[in-house]
């Protein structure tokens, strides 16, 4: 399993492309916080505070995390190493993991550079370190929790297909849904009583909770059982190919 896992990582810090995605979101958060003339400009909405990033990041990790974990399970299908990594003595749960684990690793790498945010953010307040550093964590918290989730969907889109596009498209489709597509049907308030219930299934309810600095068990158990099914969904998937 750690031989996997090293594997993974190696796989992905060798490749221009992985450096590419996690280029592309420190240059795109940056503009949109520091550069562009926005709703979340810093700079232009006069208060020290991060909550831009947190609104921001998101939507960008909708693209970030699969080019991540697109070729996770896909390029194994497709060069025919999938069978040869299932016949080693290593449960198909453990082969999952360390591609998790490999690709949470990645993530919060990609995640560490935007610290200088928070620093800057920081000296920029009235007086300096006047931020809400409860919020903040919070809001840090969201976002690996958000993280896992995306990148259980990402092998699993992964893990049905042996072309990487595809399941870096199928990725983003269902991420994009569990993101917002459930307030996009609450909006409509076709389900009477049942809205709020709804819109409890999407993960923006959750992930705004949870950046308010509060850690509701409820919203914890929410992020922890989506990485769980997907995870089973990937074991699945697996599985079938020994059929």
Same mark, same amino acid.
């Given at each position: 399993?750690?031989? *996997?896992?090293?594997?993974?990582?190696?796989?992905? =810090?060798?490749?221009?492309?992985?450096?590419?995605?996690?280029?592309?979101?420190? *240059?795109? &958060?940056?503009?949109?916080?520091?550069?562009?003339?926005?709703?979340?400009?810093?700079?232009?909405?006069?208060?020290?505070?991060?909550?831009? *990033?947190?609104?921001?990041?998101?939507?960008?990790?909708?693209?970030?995390?699969?080019?991540?974990?697109?070729?996770?399970?896909?390029?194994?299908?497709?060069?025919?190493?999938?069978? =040869? #990594?299932?016949?080693?003595?290593?449960?198909?749960?453990?082969?999952?993991?360390?591609?998790?684990?490999?690709?949470?690793?990645?993530? #919060?790498?990609? =995640?560490?550079? &935007?610290?200088?945010?928070?620093?800057?953010?920081?000296? *920029?307040?009235?007086?300096?370190?006047?931020?809400?550093?409860?919020?903040?964590?919070?809001?840090?918290?969201?976002?690996?929790?958000?993280?896992?989730?995306?990148?259980?969907?990402?092998?699993?889109?992964?893990?049905?297909?042996?072309?990487?596009?595809?399941?870096?498209?199928?990725?983003?489709?269902?991420?994009?849904?569990?993101?917002?597509?459930?307030?996009?049907?609450?909006?409509?308030?076709?389900?009477?009583?049942?809205?709020?219930?709804?819109?409890?299934?999407?993960?923006?309810?959750?992930?705004?909770?949870?950046?308010?600095?509060?850690?509701?068990?409820?919203?914890?158990?929410?992020?922890?059982?989506?990485?769980?099914?997907?995870?089973?969904? &990937?074991?699945?998937?697996?599985?079938?190919?020994?059929?």
């Amino acid at each position: 399993m750690t031989a *996997l896992f090293i594997k993974e990582i190696n796989s992905f =810090l060798t490749s221009i492309p992985g450096y590419i995605a996690m280029a592309v979101f420190l *240059l795109t &958060t940056s503009l949109f916080l520091w550069v562009f003339p926005n709703d979340f400009n810093i700079l232009d909405f006069g208060y020290a505070q991060l909550d831009s *990033l947190f609104i921001v990041a998101p939507y960008i990790f909708l693209f970030l995390i699969p080019s991540i974990t697109m070729k996770s399970f896909a390029e194994e299908n497709k060069n025919g190493t999938i069978e =040869l #990594i299932l016949t080693k003595p290593i449960t198909d749960l453990k082969i999952i993991f360390a591609k998790y684990a490999a690709s949470l690793v990645l993530f #919060i790498i990609s =995640l560490l550079p &935007t610290v200088i945010y928070y620093i800057s953010v920081y000296q *920029l307040g009235l007086p300096a370190g006047n931020i809400d550093a409860g919020g903040v964590i919070g809001s840090y918290v969201g976002l690996l929790l958000l993280g896992s989730v995306f990148i259980a969907i990402g092998l699993f889109a992964s893990s049905i297909s042996n072309n990487q596009i595809i399941a870096f498209l199928v990725s983003i489709v269902i991420s994009g849904f569990l993101l917002i597509g459930f307030d996009f049907i609450y909006n409509f308030s076709i389900f009477g009583s049942f809205d709020l219930i709804i819109k409890s299934l999407g993960i923006m309810s959750h992930y705004t909770s949870i950046s308010r600095g509060v850690l509701d068990l409820r919203d914890l158990l929410y992020f922890l059982s989506a990485t769980a099914i997907f995870i089973l969904l &990937t074991k699945m998937s697996i599985e079938s190919r020994k059929w």
